[in-house]
């Protein structure tokens, strides 16, 4: 009975693992197809200097078909960076497509 609830919880802990993996490796692929041609620095927060705050916020863009940004979401990073990248990446734009495609991308910031 012990090796059955075993071999289920190593079952499931798979299946957890293959549901938590495959969205990532399909956004992974669909990321990065299209060239950015325009970006905006991002504006260093005051809070995130006075905390000497540093590091990487990853930001889902929707793009439009002109290269336009239509919606971004936050992906990761610290809440403190999030706002500025999102304002940022919102005055990015990406060369012409036939579709809009999600676009994740990384926005880094250095306290210098």
Do not use: C
């Not at 798979?14 to 990065?32: E, N």
């Not at 940004?69 to 990406?94: D, F, M, S, Y």
């Amino acid at each position: 009975m012990k090796v059955l609830l075993r071999k289920g919880a190593v079952g499931t802990l798979l299946l957890a693992a293959v549901l938590y993996i495959v969205p990532f490796s399909s956004l992974a692929q669909d990321a990065g197809k299209r060239k950015i041609v325009e970006r905006a620095t991002p504006a260093y927060p005051e809070l995130a200097r006075s905390m000497a705050l540093q590091g990487i916020v990853k930001v889902d863009a929707l793009v439009a078909p002109d290269g336009t940004v239509k919606g971004t979401e936050i992906k990761g990073g610290h809440p403190v960076l999030a706002q500025a990248a999102i304002n940022a990446v919102r005055h990015w734009k990406w060369e012409p497509s036939a579709h809009e495609s999600h676009e994740v991308v990384e926005v880094k910031f250095s306290p210098e």
